[in-house]
Nanobody, 124 residues
Framework: QVQLVESGGGLVQAGGSLRLSCAQS????????MGWFRQAPGKEREFVAA???????YYADSVKGRYTISRDNAKITVYLQMNSVKPEDTAVYYC??????????????????WGQGTQVTVSS
């Protein structure tokens, strides 16, 4: 496992943009895949986006074309650029990382490290 620290959440109006960051802190380890999940009140946590160490990206249909995930391997940081946000994007966003290869990027059970979560609120 690794320690992950998220930042960048907040309040944004519908149609606006927000950028989330997630950095590995403390003792560093090699990370294979990194992803973002979110959990809205009363709902289960759901997959948002993921990026493999080689750069392949994956998105939930609900955010495809609006969100962009990227990573800086030198800084061991992953970013989530959120554009054209909607009120239904309101949730706590969690960064996740996997320190071993293989497994589905879409499943939260495949990740062994999680950030503390950052609140994103989109007003209409």
């Amino acid at each position: 496992q690794v320690q992950l620290v998220e930042s960048g959440g907040g309040l944004v109006q519908a149609g606006g943009s927000l950028r989330l960051s997630c950095a590995q802190s403390g003792r560093t380890r090699s990370i294979y895949d990194m992803g973002w999940f979110r959990q809205a009140p009363g709902k289960e946590r759901e997959f948002v986006a993921a990026i493999r160490s080689a750069g392949s990206t994956y998105y939930a249909d609900s955010v495809k074309g609006r969100y962009t995930i990227s990573r800086d391997n030198a800084k061991i940081t992953v970013y989530l650029q959120m554009n054209s946000v909607k009120p239904e994007d309101t949730a706590v966003y969690y960064c996740a990382a996997r320190t071993y290869g293989g497994g589905s990027v879409y499943s939260d059970g495949s990740y062994d490290s999680w950030g503390q979560g950052t609140q994103v609120t989109v007003s209409s």
